[in-house]
């Protein structure tokens, strides 16, 4: 089994093309139209022939995209901070963010044009809101979660409030700060796009990925929308594949999800 | 010097947690500066609670406990505490976990990666001052842990059960080391163990301790000179103090209604 699993890296690129084969077929042997269901083939075309404008939206995406993910970053850190270090704010905040985290934000959508604007501001509020309460919740789990005797420890030693955060609970949270960022990663892009085809098309809206699958709907150019969304789909991998990056970054030397070299 | 106060002092001390039952009653006892005093006895007697009454991280309920002249709170500049677990930060190196007490206490890095450096030279892992916890075993984790304990110069070290999860062939080395170490960098020390041959190696003084309520049972001194070396656990009178307090640690577990 050992040597075998040198070619594991294969098995998706394997389901990967059976699933495209399949596709095919079962295009050809239903007689669909192109705009019901497009191959893969005709997918690829129209993405080739609307490149232009498909990259300058996904450019304008991962603006709005990157905008929100990293006010969520630090505001979650922050708000976490807060939680973390006092229990009457834990129990006076945690409620009301948990309640703003179950509104759904096609509800606020108006509201969020009103205050923000249409456009970029809106739409970075969107993804914002869409993606800030797992870094909140996870960094408060992390903050509360270190270790007793650690803690006993820094107290014994005469640590300050501020040596305990910053040298104790802070690397403690790092990992559980870094899993709500995944989580987050997975969600910014989807924030910014839902953003755009929410507060996007207003005046002076910015035309990204979530206008164009709103524009190719309108146009029935259905290849495209297909394109658009693999496009979005690039688009979130390469923000998970940044926060993985970070994680490795951060913690493959001491924490114990990474496997030992000398092992 | 004439009539030193003695370091720890225990008199009367009663603790409960909230509405419970007393997890220690009437404890009464005292070490003085230079001792190796050992607490032996059953799983829930206190002997861990009586540390940290010892280093402030509990309160007692009633009685007085003073270690250093003062209170346990005043105290603990001068004290240091070795857990049952390492405890080390696993995102720092071993030198840097070494170097902790004295980063909180505002010592410069270049003074406290010196010292750290001679401490873990002195624990036999100066080759491994840049390996992470996880690198480590068991064994070099405790080391690790006590180099930290020893960078405050402590008066006072508290050490609960450091070596409880180490095998017997490892924790027989910490346990020679231990008493080199405080050869070098005298301190008294105050240990909890569940080993009866560990206590009468070590200890200038068994305190055995009997549960429901933790209470001192019997105090047995032990007079065996140091420094002592392994070749002490191959002596009759070895056996013989450890049949000793083996049979006094048997009544205290009978005397507990």
């Not at chain 2, 080391?143 to 609960?160: F, G, H, M, T, Y």
Request: proline content about 7%; glycine content about 10%; hydrophobic content about 50%.
């Amino acid at each position: 089994m050992r040597r075998r699993d040198g070619l594991l890296w294969l098995a998706p690129v394997v389901s990967g093309a059976l699933f495209l084969a399949l596709w095919e077929a079962v295009r050809a042997a239903s007689g669909l139209q192109s705009w019901i269901l497009p191959t893969p083939g005709e997918i690829l075309a129209a993405a080739w022939t609307e490149q232009a404008t498909l990259l300058a939206a996904a450019g304008r995406t991962a603006v709005g995209a990157l905008g929100g993910f990293l006010a969520a970053a630090v505001a979650g850190l922050v708000i976490a901070l807060g939680l973390g270090g006092a229990r009457w704010l834990r129990t006076g905040l945690y409620p009301w963010l948990l309640i703003l985290q179950m509104t759904p934000v096609i509800v606020l959508a108006p509201i969020i044009v009103l205050w923000a604007g249409p456009g970029l501001p809106g739409i970075i509020t969107v993804t914002f809101l869409i993606s800030f309460f797992p870094i909140v919740g996870n960094t408060t789990q992390g903050l509360l979660s270190a270790d007793a005797h650690g803690v006993d420890l820094f107290q014994l030693y005469g640590a300050t409030r501020l040596q305990e955060v910053r040298l104790l609970r802070l690397p403690s949270a790092l990992p559980y700060f870094l899993a709500g960022l995944r989580i987050a990663a997975t969600l910014a892009p989807i924030g910014a796009i839902f953003g755009e085809y929410l507060v996007g098309n207003e005046a002076g809206g910015t035309g990204g990925l979530g206008f164009l699958v709103y524009s190719y709907n309108v146009q029935i150019k259905i290849p495209a929308l297909f394109a658009t969304a693999a496009i979005s789909c690039l688009l979130g991998f390469v923000f998970v594949a940044a926060v993985a990056w970070l994680n490795w970054l951060l913690l493959h030397q001491w924490h114990d999800s990474f496997e030992r070299k000398d092992r | 010097m004439p009539d030193q106060p003695p370091i720890v002092q225990f008199r009367a001390v009663d603790k409960r947690f909230g509405d419970g039952p007393p997890v220690l009653a009437g404890i009464d006892f005292d070490v003085a500066a230079g001792e190796f005093v050992s607490l032996i006895g059953p799983s829930g007697c206190g002997k861990s609670t009586l540390l940290r009454l010892a280093s402030a991280l509990s309160p007692a309920t009633s009685g007085e406990v003073r270690v250093d002249g003062t209170t346990p709170a005043r105290a603990r500049e001068h004290l240091a505490y070795v857990f049952q677990e390492p405890t080390l930060l696993p995102w720092l190196t071993a030198a840097r976990n070494v170097e902790l007490p004295l980063r909180l206490r505002g010592v410069p890095a270049a003074e406290r990666q010196a010292r750290a450096r001679g401490l873990l030279a002195l624990v036999r892992l100066g080759g491994a001052a840049a390996y992470y916890p996880r690198q480590l075993s068991g064994g070099m984790k405790m080391r690790v842990s006590i180099a930290r304990a020893l960078s405050r110069e402590p008066r006072i070290l508290l050490l609960d059960e450091p070596f409880g999860a180490l095998d017997e062939i490892t924790r027989n080395h910490l346990n020679e080391e231990l008493l080199g170490w405080r050869a070098k960098a005298p301190f008294t020390a105050l240990f909890v163990t569940h080993s009866v041959a560990e206590a009468v190696f070590l200890s200038s003084r068994i305190l055995v301790m009997a549960a429901n309520p933790g209470r001192i049972h019997a105090a047995v001194p032990v007079a065996f000179p140091y420094p002592r070396d392994a070749a002490l656990r191959e002596q009759p009178a070895y056996f013989a103090k450890v049949a000793e307090v083996s049979h006094l640690l048997h009544a205290a577990e009978g005397a507990a209604a």
